[in-house]
């Protein structure tokens, strides 16, 4: 099985083409192929299929087997994939996903891709829930939908908050009963915002597109912003605008080839032993 390693602001997946490879259970492979110590190393599992509703479609799989609907980072890189390995000539592409076709408009230099603007569609701005945690402390935060689900709530110091502990109860709260992503942010300025994520099925992870876009919908909408955020995450930036009037969230940033790789069946078995040992 041939794979490429990419990421998007180190929100890193292994990327499969499905118009070559065999049919198979993508998500048990996640499980095999994503641990650092003992497979490849990454937060998931994306693969590229034929689509009859756009030009490509993406599957998306978490670390932990399970799927997602949507990942922002995750279909930039889907985007670079397919241009600069010859799949597609269009510079404006569409993809398709569970979370419904994004638009996707790349930024070519010199014959590779280097940036990705993808419309999001539009955001369904949710409910403000107040949640009492086991240590006692109550956290509010506000439900918005990218596709995918995420719960935002705001901090005054992002660095130095406990993601681990609180995103990972936050995350299987009966009030989510499909589990949540949980975005943790500080404002900074009315253009700017830092933001730390919990993603469901894969832990903290470096960056979240889909989260970036939530959490400035999240921010215009209590008037800490107005139209457009700078987001910066622990892997970079990327840039947000909510374009209400058309109701359309977009953003931008880059997508990364890491390195090409080829693993066997045996290869895939001794991860799984490996897997498996480790939980003896």
């Known amino acids: 099985m041939r794979f490429t390693k990419m990421h998007g602001l180190g929100n890193d997946y292994i990327y499969l083409n499905g118009l ?11 499980k095999v192929v994503s641990p650092s110590h003992t497979g490849i190393g990454s ?31 995750g279909i930039r890189c889907v985007g670079k994939y397919v241009y600069d390995k010859g799949l597609t000539k269009k510079e404006n592409l569409t993809v398709e996903t569970l979370a419904g076709v994004k638009t996707l408009n790349l ?72 589990r949540t992503n949980v975005e943790f942010v500080e404002v900074v300025n009315n253009h700017c915002l830092k933001m730390r994520v919990w993603e469901r099925g894969s832990g903290e992870t470096m960056a979240c597109g889909t989260g970036a876009c939530a959490s400035v919908v999240a921010a215009i ?39 090409e790789g080829r693993v066997t069946r045996q290869q895939l078995r001794c991860m799984q032993k490996s897997i498996e040992r480790t939980h003896d």
């Open 20 to 30: 070559m490879e065999k049919e198979q259970d993508w998500g048990a492979l996640a």
């Open 107 to 178: 930024s070519v230099k010199n014959g590779r891709v280097q940036a990705v603007q993808v419309d999001m569609g539009a955001p369904v701005i949710g409910d403000h829930l107040c949640l009492k945690l086991k240590n006692g402390l109550d956290i509010s935060g506000m439900n918005v939908s990218m596709g995918n689900p995420h719960f935002v709530v705001f901090v005054q110091n992002v660095a130095a908050f406990d993601v681990k502990g609180i995103g990972s109860e936050i995350e299987i709260r009966p009030e989510f009963p499909n």
């Open 221 to 259: 909408t209590e008037k800490y912003c107005q139209d457009f955020a700078r987001v910066e995450l622990l892997g970079g930036c990327l840039d947000v605008s909510w374009l209400a009037e058309k109701k359309s969230v977009l953003m931008t940033g880059p997508a990364t080839t890491v390195f």
């Open 43 to 73: 937060d998931g599992v994306i693969v590229i299929l034929p689509s009859e509703k756009a030009d490509f479609r993406m599957r998306m799989f978490n670390a932990d087997g399970s799927e997602g609907e949507m990942c922002g980072n």
